[in-house]
């Protein structure tokens, strides 16, 4: 079976705008998908304890992840012990490197397409430069859209780069 999982930001829910329209990509590509609530769990390394204890064993994980939610995408991967089998991430304007919370990139072992990273140009939340640097790193493509933060103008574009990644099959 396979699943994909949908991490939310830190200032949003598992119900938000943009995991709804995505989840329901997912769904309709025939993925099984989750929406943990972290809201009330602040701390970064608790969302991602959570997470690789909720994570199913056995399955086959992508992970979809929003701001912080990207940031405990990525170190879930760093993190994650080799019976889950998470085989690659998505990640929306994700919280690296932020001065004043100290969320440095997670190592990260999923290389090429397995990674995908979406950014708004005009995200004053989280500058590009760290997400060009990450898929400089990763070697993986890179989306940059004209929009901000929270990319709800770019929900479709974000859609169907979602859906190409699904349909396609990860090698790590």
Partial sequence: MSIVVFLHGLESGPDGLKIQALRRVAEALGWSTLAPDFRGMPDPEQRTQYLLNLLPAGE??????SSLGGFVAARAVELAPSSLRIEGVFLLCPAFDLPGYPLTRPAQRLR????????GRHDE???????????????CPLLVT?????????????????ADWLRQKVLN
């Avoid at 086959?60 to 992840?65: A, D, N, P, S, Y």
């Avoid at 939340?125 to 640097?133: I, K």
Wanted: proline letters at 4%.
């Fill in 125 to 139: 939340v989280v500058p590009l430069a760290h997400s060009l640097r990450a898929a400089e790193a990763w070697q």
């Fill in 146 to 162: 004209e929009d901000d933060h929270p990319l709800h103008k770019s929900i479709e574009l974000i859609s169907s780069f979602l």
């Fill in 60 to 65: 086959t994980i992508r992970l979809v992840g």
């Fill in 112 to 119: 090429g397409h397995a990674v995908r990273i979406v950014h």
